[in-house]
């Protein structure tokens, strides 16, 4: 079993540390050289003040990013805000990522802020949310709130925006490493302008920061023509492998992707491409391991909401989507569970996600999961696992596209980085 020991920042923020430095030190010694040529008296007066105050490289901090699975303690997290959303456009890729009976309200809706109500209750949800974490023992940061309303325009394509709801589907921590994702949206686009404040924060703590390819969003990345018109399209469709994106260029959600130490899976679906997969598992290699994993599911887009790892060797899968590949987790020792039937009722809406936002939780630690307070079944199921409840109600927050694992990106967990699939 591989085991290796996080110093919040560890050899990365080392790294960081030392090219900072060098920089420095590069600096001065372009400036003295150049006084030495202009006057040798001012480089002897410039040498003697260095030989007094030695030029040092800066003092290693520790790291405030270092997180490599869902389920260690979690000690800091970024909690998405629901101010300001929008409806996205009714574009081809938001079509293909949401269900028949809600394209009425996109059609009329789509650029506008979501029911101002309904927007009011998931606010409030989720600053209740931030109190019961920070009274759990863990920091809570937000991105900052921003316009979605504003139209932008690139070469390819004119869009308004829609969130910084879901930071999970943006950032992804692997290490002392923050991901940054493309997203295939065109409405995304810029979503990453709400986190950037935060990353800057965290990268000048000595975090690595990373930011995937951005795709053009031309035509060319999306089926202009996916044919779906019914749940059996769908269906017919991702048995084929075909989605709305295309392999025109990188592109891929964080949401897609699921952590469990040296090892990491992913669904190839509506938003995430073959190509953002690869360029994933090469940025990663060789310490980490991307698996591609597939389910039975009409709607593939986002992982956590069908296959949502708890624990060491302990994954929640879908029952309506089952993974294609279970047997090999199965043959590696792991404890495969299915949740229960969501509980929500039928005339909620989702407008951007299914019920089985029920098994979408946030670990806090191995024995303490944050979960609906609605969903008493899994509540149960929880506490036959020997794993404490921690109930929150979101269903307002959940109709704006996730559970608390697509609310949150966990920040710093206390672990290290080992292996859990053999």
């Not at 540390?17 to 040798?40: C, E, P, Y």
């Not at 029920?358 to 609906?372: A, G, I, P, Q, T």
């Amino acid at each position: 079993m591989l085991r290796v020991r996080c110093l919040r920042g560890g050899s990365r923020g080392a790294e960081a540390a030392h090219l900072i430095g060098a920089m420095l030190g590069r600096s001065v010694t372009g400036w003295v050289q150049k006084t030495f040529q202009s006057t040798s008296s001012a480089a002897a007066a410039q040498q003697h003040a260095a030989e007094e105050e030695p030029v040092t490289e800066p003092i290693q901090q520790e790291c405030p990013v270092c997180s490599y699975n869902e389920w260690d303690p979690l000690e800091e997290v970024i909690v998405g805000r629901a101010e300001n959303a929008h409806v996205p456009p009714f574009t081809v890729e938001v079509k293909a990522n949401t269900y028949e009976k809600y394209w009425p309200f996109y059609q009329k809706h789509g650029g506008q802020s979501f029911p101002a109500d309904h927007l009011k209750k998931a606010v409030d949800e989720i600053e209740e949310m931030c109190n019961i974490l920070r009274h759990e023992g863990v920091v809570v940061k937000r991105p900052e709130p921003i316009d979605w309303s504003v139209e932008y325009k690139t070469p390819d394509f004119t869009s308004t925006g829609m969130y910084a709801a879901m930071p999970r589907d943006i950032l992804m921590v692997v290490g002392n490493e923050i991901i940054e994702a493309p997203m295939a949206w065109r409405a995304r686009f810029f979503e990453y302008l709400a986190y950037r404040p935060l990353i800057k924060e965290y990268f000048t703590k000595g975090a690595k920061w990373t930011t995937a390819p951005k795709p053009t969003m031309a035509d060319d990345l999306y089926d202009q023509d996916y044919p779906i018109r019914t749940v059996e399209d769908r269906h017919k469709l991702a048995a084929q492998g075909k989605f709305v994106t295309t392999e025109h260029e990188p592109c891929f959600d964080a949401a897609d992707f699921i952590r469990a130490g040296t090892d990491l899976f992913v669904q190839r679906s509506q938003v995430t491409n073959y190509m953002g997969i690869e360029w994933m598992r090469r940025h990663l290699a060789p310490d980490y391991k991307v698996h591609i994993i597939s389910f039975k599911d009409p709607n593939p887009m986002h992982i956590d909401a069908t296959f949502n790892i708890i624990g060491p060797g302990l994954v929640l899968s879908n029952p309506d989507r089952p993974c294609r590949q279970i047997d090999m987790f199965k043959k590696a020792g792991w404890t495969v569970v299915k949740p229960p039937t969501p509980l929500i009722p039928d005339d909620h809406p989702l407008w951007m996600s299914s019920k089985w936002l029920s098994m979408n939780v946030l670990m806090l630690d191995e024995k303490r999961v944050m979960v609906d307070a609605n969903e008493d079944t899994i509540h149960k199921m929880f506490e036959h696992l020997g794993i404490k409840t921690i109930k929150v109600n979101i269903r307002h927050a959940n109709s704006l596209g996730g559970g608390f694992h697509c609310w949150t990106t966990d920040v710093r967990r206390r672990g290290i980085l080992e292996s859990y699939f053999h």
